[in-house]
């Protein structure tokens, strides 16, 4: 069974850094495009940053672009998430996915949600002022 299991959520002050880890298990075949999002009350879930498994080739949302980065360790079966200079909105519930192959939807719009089919549970980032 595939599972994603997000960590290294937690409140860090404004300005400050947090890293958040995604350990994938159960796969058996590697995924085409991994992906952080994450998701503030209210509102709708936010693609963040996007790695291709292959050739590690990154796109980031313009809101989080030169502040965080997305990285892996294939040999660890790892996805992480570099937050720096963090925000009072950058508040949410932050989570990874992943796409098996390169779907329509994924190929359209890469940082949609529709383009993922296998998700964590999420982890709380609360950023405080």
């Known amino acids: 069974q595939v599972q994603l299991q997000e960590s290294g959520g937690g409140s860090v002050q404004a300005g400050g850094s947090q890293k958040l880890s995604c350990v994938f298990s159960g796969y058996t075949y590697k995924p085409y495009s991994m992906a952080w999002f994450r998701q503030a009350p209210g509102k709708e879930r936010e693609g963040l940053a996007a790695?291709?498994?292959?050739?590690?080739?990154?796109i980031y949302a313009d809101s989080v672009k030169d502040r965080f980065t997305i990285s892996q360790d294939s040999a660890k079966n790892t996805l992480y998430l570099q937050m720096n200079s963090l925000k009072p909105e950058d508040t949410a519930v932050y989570y990874c996915a992943t796409a098996r192959a390169l779907s329509v939807e994924l190929a359209a719009a890469p940082l949609s949600p529709d383009g993922y089919t296998t998700w964590g549970q999420g982890t709380q980032v609360t950023s405080l002022t």
């Open positions: 790695i291709r498994s292959s050739g590690n080739r990154t």
